[in-house]
Antibody, heavy 118, light 108 residues
Framework: QVQLVESGGGVVQPGRSLRVSCAASGFTFSTYPMHWVRQAPGKGLEWVALISYDGSTKYYADAVKGRFTISRDNSKNTLYLQMNSLRAEDTALYYC???????????WGQGTLVTVSS | DIQLTQSPSFLSASVGDRVTITCRASQGISSYLAWYQQKPGKAPKLLIYAASTLQSGVPSRFSGSGSGTEFTLTISSLQPEDFATYYCQQVNSFPHLTFGGGTKVEIK
């Protein structure tokens, strides 16, 4: 079955960097676009970034453009989000999500919590 | 950016009730809308896509309708496992996706 497992979250000071990962299994990872979606504590969902199946195309929300970089390693079935110049407002649970053939997020991981605090 | 406004933001209902949640878009999005269910401490789960298509494995008591700027999610007979927060999402402005603010369904 499809599994997405995020890791790498933690507490980081404002202005510092952090990389979170998402290990995929149970499907042919290299054929699916992938997204990151975040959720601040007690708040709603916010789309963060998208990468095409082969990594050639990437898009970002305005709130993270220029600071975050999405990437993937299809040989390792792993999705990444490199987060630089972190701010308090980046504090959230970060989910990876598969972009299914239906054109929507059909599978989600359990999330990894990133807390930006001094 | 396309804004999605859900109403109500909170509703209290009993098992067996018929429940309707509305999602309004700030501009027309055709049928490019999905509904997700999120239970506490869990990831969102896709329920309905393309406004009215039931995702595989989702009970038939869930249904979606609408197009353009107004959409509804209906639960025909609320079950104990349906108490959760529901989000709409538009993909018309792909890749810049947006979600509604959520509707929390609680037990009366």
């Amino acid at each position: 079955q499809v599994q997405l497992v995020e890791s790498g979250g933690g507490v980081v000071q404002p202005g510092r960097s952090l990389r979170v990962s998402c290990a995929a299994s149970g499907f042919t990872f290299s054929t699916y676009p992938m997204h990151w979606v975040r959720q601040a504590p007690g708040k709603g969902l916010e789309w963060v970034a998208l990468i095409s199946y082969d990594g050639s195309t990437k898009y970002y929300a305005d709130a993270v453009k220029g600071r975050f970089t999405i990437s993937r390693d299809n040989s390792k079935n792993t999705l990444y989000l490199q987060m630089n110049s972190l701010r308090a407002e980046d504090t959230a649970l970060y989910y990876c999500a598969r972009w299914g053939s239906s054109g929507y997020h059909d599978h989600w991981g359990q999330g990894t919590l990133v807390t930006v605090s001094s | 950016d396309i804004q999605l406004t859900q109403s109500p933001s909170f509703l209290s209902a009993s098992v067996g009730d018929r429940v309707t949640i509305t999602c309004r878009a700030s501009q027309g999005i055709s049928s490019y809308l999905a509904w997700y269910q999120q239970k506490p401490g869990k990831a969102p789960k896709l329920l309905i896509y393309a406004a009215s298509t039931l995702q595989s494995g989702v009970p038939s008591r869930f249904s979606g309708s609408g197009s353009g700027t107004e959409f509804t999610l209906t639960i025909s007979s609320l079950q104990p496992e349906d108490f959760a927060t529901y989000y709409c999402q538009q993909v018309n402005s792909f890749p810049h996706l947006t979600f509604g603010g959520g509707t929390k369904v609680e037990i009366k």
